[in-house]
């Protein structure tokens, strides 16, 4: 059974940069049929989705947060990695890692982490 | 963008209801560039649907997906109590992904 888990700070200050990484286990991060993503969900409202990675390193980033965020994966730890800088109180949310599906023209997100809580505060 | 409206924003039902959710697309669509998914306060999302109708193993098939061009919905056909959730349509286009605002079912 595949299983994502995010780790990382639950504290981030402001103009500071907020990084988080995500273990998959049960599962190679280098499948084909897959890409890996990050997505947010701020207190009360709805799911957002960051960006996602491809195992060749092809990266995919939402537009309205392209010029702050980087993922990046680490084949080696079957891992991948969230830095999203110049944070401010609007990025505080639950961020989740998730696998999508590549094959299916939705690409929905099948495996999710149990999600991190980050809030932006001095 | 393709900026997708959820309505309503709550429903009050009673278990046993059948109940139809609505997600509304700003550009035509097809189903097949559609899911559904299901959210508990506390937990991650769970995805109920994709493609149009395909559903992940163990998802039970009272969930039902249908509609085309920009109308689709979420079916269920007979409310559980585990069923009481908040449901988000979200479609992949122009190599972006974009969620619904959600439609939160209640008692």
């Known amino acids: 059974q595949l299983q994502v888990q995010e780790s990382g700070p639950g504290l981030v200050k402001p103009s500071e940069t907020l990084s988080l990484t995500c273990t998959v286990s049960?599962?190679?991060?280098?499948?084909?049929?897959?890409?890996w993503a990050w997505l947010r969900q701020p207190p009360g409202k709805g799911l957002e989705c960051i960006g996602t990675?491809?195992?060749?390193?092809?990266?995919n980033y939402n537009p309205s947060l392209k010029s702050r965020v980087t993922i990046s994966i680490d084949a080696s730890k079957n891992q991948f990695s969230l830095n999203l800088g110049s944070v401010t109180a609007a990025d505080t949310a639950v961020y989740y890692c998730?696998?999508?599906?590549?094959?299916?023209?939705?690409?929905?997100?099948?495996?999710w982490g149990q999600g991190t809580l980050v809030t932006v505060s001095s | 963008e393709n900026v997708l409206t959820q309505s309503p924003g709550t429903l009050s039902l009673s278990p046993g209801e059948r109940v139809t959710l609505s997600c509304r697309a700003s550009q035509t669509i097809s189903s097949s560039y559609l899911a559904w998914y299901q959210q508990k306060p506390g937990q991650a999302p769970r995805l109920l649907l994709y493609g149009a109708s395909a559903r992940p193993t163990g998802i039970p098939d009272r969930f039902s997906g249908s509609g085309s061009g920009t109308d689709f919905t979420l079916t269920i056909s007979r409310l559980e109590p585990e069923d009481f959730a908040v449901y988000y349509c979200q479609q992949f286009g122009t190599s972006q992904v974009t969620f619904g605002g959600g439609t939160k079912v209640e008692i």
């Open positions: 990675i491809y195992y060749n390193g092809d990266t």
């Open positions: 998730a696998r999508q599906m590549g094959w299916t023209l939705s690409r929905p997100f099948d495996y």
């Open positions: 049960g599962g190679s991060i280098t499948s084909s049929s897959y890409y």
